[in-house]
């Protein structure tokens, strides 16, 4: 599949917010500027969040700059021009920017400048967005949406772009939808969780002085998965200045997302038609142990009950396998011969278009870590990724990794990178935050976080169709380990680091029923090396 939302292997997810904030914009808006003596602000970028095609603004430029020049948004290059409403300097982001985080470097300004647009899908360029909130903070959100809204439009009727003002005046018609808790009753019953303390009251803007301010810090709350959700009828607005916005006016008391942020993640044929389990006990040298008394969490297409999902063509060692059916599934019928005691649970975040709900998935995963917090161990298995690095996605894994729960997520296939030039970034979350929930600093520390990449049971080496593989200059961080990631089922191939992330989820699952704690998996790209330590993968009796 192709894409760059949260995808299944790759699969695209729906989100509504930002990891973002906005810098204190004081230029070109009613600001004070920079008094004598002082050292001229840093040039920064509003919105901090933008889809391929929209406007975003450069402020505090240096004169050097010019009224009008080039830039680069990754590897891709992008004119600009001065906005005569306001006096920024105004682009478009171009529309085969690569996704998330990608540093923008003017030719007139030295590239240690430190601009950083986040740059989302383009499925997500306008759509709804996801708030989330403490208990205790909705009222103070309620009751202050509108009025800070239309003050802050207001404000900036003269001096702000016009596609700005046009933002916020439907922003500030909208009507707030009604919010909902991460943690459903049924999850969240018999246990006593104690109230998410409320936040200081934000202190009232002081738009008239100063148009852009400074956003409060983002830190993640003590008490995520507790806390209430709804999607913000934003359809229609560019969802990257909703964003940036919504950081500005509501950052200490809000957090945001897109509604969307992945997809599921996807070459004569090694060893066609072989049973599955052929190929985990010819690579991974027969794994021992058999998970009994661990849950495998597959967050995927499928329920319990069934999954819809079909990819319509897939080309595999040149042919063409028309309507294959199931995603994940298969990614739990791969982690079940790897671990067959393990009991499996799905949980279907994604449509049958392998489009995946950012809110459904940060509720599954609040859900998963409840579930730890009384007991039982739990392994999570994420097939799907996307380049937009989602707020509600990162601290609801941190709360399961508080949990010990470990999850492996699929690291992402060439298609993430396609159409990418030297300079780009090519991003893939929750894979790409591997290196953040490692467990100390030491070398060999496990992480609670896997990215897991395809090894090619053809080449016996990283295979072809991971992320990154073929695209010169294009800037790919490695994953944290490989595995298997091609198996037949039902005379039909299903390839890919979607299918390689499910085996290291069955190998944790194997550890955990007989030892303490989770494994150090290391990257090993030897070719003809096999990928995964014996000493981890036949650790039980």
Same mark, same amino acid.
């Given at each position: ?125 306008? =759509?709804? %967005?996801?708030?989330?909130? $403490?208990?205790?903070? *909705? /009222?103070? +959100? @309620?009751?202050?949406?509108?009025? !800070? ?15 700005? =003002?046009? %933002?916020?005046?439907?922003? $500030?018609?909208?009507? *707030? /939808?009604? +919010? @909902?808790?991460?943690?459903?009753? !049924? ?26 301010? *400074? /956003? ?326």
């Amino acid at each position: 599949m192709n894409g760059s939302r949260l995808r299944l292997g790759p699969w695209r997810w729906l989100v509504a917010g930002s990891l973002c904030v906005l810098g204190a914009l004081t230029t070109g808006c009613g600001g004070t500027g920079t008094s004598p003596g002082q050292n001229p602000p840093a040039a920064r970028l509003f919105p901090a969040v933008a889809a391929p095609g929209d406007p975003v603004w450069v402020l505090d430029a240096p004169q050097r700059a010019g009224q009008q020049g080039q830039l680069r948004v990754g590897g891709q290059a992008a004119d600009y021009r001065t906005d005569p409403a306001s006096g920024w300097l105004q682009f478009r982001v171009p529309d085969r920017a690569a996704g998330g985080p990608q540093p923008v470097t003017l030719t007139a300004l030295p590239p240690q400048a430190g601009l950083t647009l986040t740059v989302l899908p383009s499925e997500s360029a306008s =759509q709804d %967005t996801v708030l989330y909130v $403490a208990p205790a903070d *909705l /009222p103070e +959100f @309620q009751k202050t949406y509108r009025a !800070r809204v239309e003050q802050f439009s207001k404000d900036c009727q003269e001096t702000c772009p016009r596609e700005l =003002q046009q %933002t916020l005046g439907r922003l $500030a018609a909208l009507e *707030l /939808p009604a +919010f @909902q808790p991460l943690l459903s009753p !049924r999850t969240a019953g018999g246990l006593s969780r104690p109230p998410t303390p409320a936040a200081p009251a934000p202190t009232p803007l002081p738009l008239a002085a100063l148009k852009f301010p *400074l /956003p409060s810090p983002r830190t993640q709350p003590k008490e995520f998965c507790g806390q209430l959700a709804a999607a913000l009828p934003t359809a229609g607005l560019p969802t990257g200045q909703v964003i940036s916005l919504f950081d500005v006016l509501f950052g200490g008391i809000l957090a945001t997302d897109p509604s969307t942020s992945g997809h599921p993640t996807q070459t004569e044929a090694p060893y066609k038609d072989e049973p599955p389990g052929a190929i985990i006990q010819k690579f991974l040298g027969g794994p021992t142990g058999s998970g009994k008394g661990v849950t495998i969490h597959v967050l995927d297409t499928a329920s319990n009950a069934d999954d819809l999902f079909v990819i319509e063509s897939v080309n595999y060692y040149n042919t063409v396998y028309q309507n294959r059916p199931y995603h994940g599934s298969i990614a739990g019928q791969v982690a079940q011969v790897v671990s067959p005691g393990a009991t499996l649970d799905y949980r279907q975040v994604c449509d049958k278009n392998g489009d995946c709900s950012t809110l459904n998935t940060v509720k599954a995963l609040c859900a998963v870590a409840e579930e730890a917090r009384k007991g039982g161990r739990h392994v999570v298995n994420l097939s799907a990724g996307g380049a937009y690095p989602a707020l509600g996605l990162l601290w609801a894994l941190r709360e399961g990794a508080a949990t010990g729960v470990p999850t492996a997520a699929s690291y992402g296939n060439r298609d993430d990178c396609a159409g990418l030039v030297p300079g780009d970034r090519c991003n893939h979350f929750p894979a790409d935050w591997s290196g953040r929930f490692a467990l100390s600093a030491a070398p060999q520390a496990p992480t609670l976080l896997l990215s897991v990449a395809g090894w090619d049971v053809a080449t016996l080496q990283m295979a072809t169709y991971n992320r990154g593989m073929l695209g010169g200059g294009v800037i790919t961080p490695p994953p944290s380990v490989q595995a298997p990631g091609e198996f037949w089922f039902g005379g039909l191939p299903y390839f890919g680091s979607s299918f390689a992330a499910p085996v290291v989820s069955g190998v944790l699952a194997n550890w955990m029923a007989c030892q303490p704690g989770v494994p150090f998996l290391p990257f090993v790209n030897t070719p003809g090396q096999l990928p995964l330590p014996q000493s981890v993968v036949r650790a039980c009796p």
